[in-house]
């Protein structure tokens, strides 16, 4: 069965210590793996696709990553404007709910940074 | 203007009644989907629709039904809401293909309570 794990479930980090976020998945046949931030009450906001395996991509004090089993979320001395829900997702190229590209999403890391 | 918009972004409402959430997109996507999203169960995946005449059930479907009037428009309704219909509905779209293909785009979300 396709499944997307997220760990933490929360996590809480001073101003400036660094940490990684950690999104196991379990697709057949990986079209994309994507991260996305939440806040309270709103909508996921789009952060990251990945693709492959040893793909990276930055955005500000974030960093995504993948192999081929999980990907991380590292994030570089945060501020407490970062802290928010992480949801990691995973579309497969087999099917899930009846059709490619629909996103299984794990529940999430809640981020809270403290200064 | 925002590129997926929802509407009502609250609403309170009693056992029995019948509701109805809209959807409205700007992005051109021919994917959009429902879901619900309840507090330590993550995003749950209602229906989906691929095109005008294409809709799909998806993991949690009972209690709801949709229509996609228009490419840039797709309603949920309750024909009937229960208590446990209480949650947090969000709209999103998506491309099949293309560079930001699977990228799905969120609305703000609709908070409807069942009394």
Known sequence: ?115 | DADVTQTPRNRITKTGKRIMLECSQTKGHDRMYWYRQDPGLGLRLIYYSFDVKDINKGEISDGYSVSRQAQAKFSLSLESAIPNQTALYFCATSDFAGPTRDEQFFGPGTRLTVL
Not at chain 1, 36 to 61: I, M, N, V, W
Not at chain 1, 78 to 102: H, I, R, V, W
């Open chain 1, 1 to 115: 069965e396709d499944q997307v794990t997220q760990s933490p479930e929360a996590l809480r980090l001073q101003e400036g210590e660094s940490s990684s976020l950690n999104c196991s998945y379990t697709v057949s046949g990986l079209r994309g793996l994507f991260w996305y931030r939440q806040d309270p009450g709103k909508g996921p906001e789009f952060l990251f696709t990945l693709y492959s395996a040893g793909e990276e991509k930055e955005k500000e004090r974030l960093k995504a990553t993948l192999t081929k089993k999980e990907s991380f979320l590292h994030i570089t001395a945060p501020k407490p404007e970062d802290s928010a829900t992480y949801l990691c997702a995973a579309a497969g190229f087999m099917n899930y709910g009846g059709s490619q590209g629909n996103l299984i999403f794990g529940k999430g890391t809640k981020l809270s940074v403290k200064p």
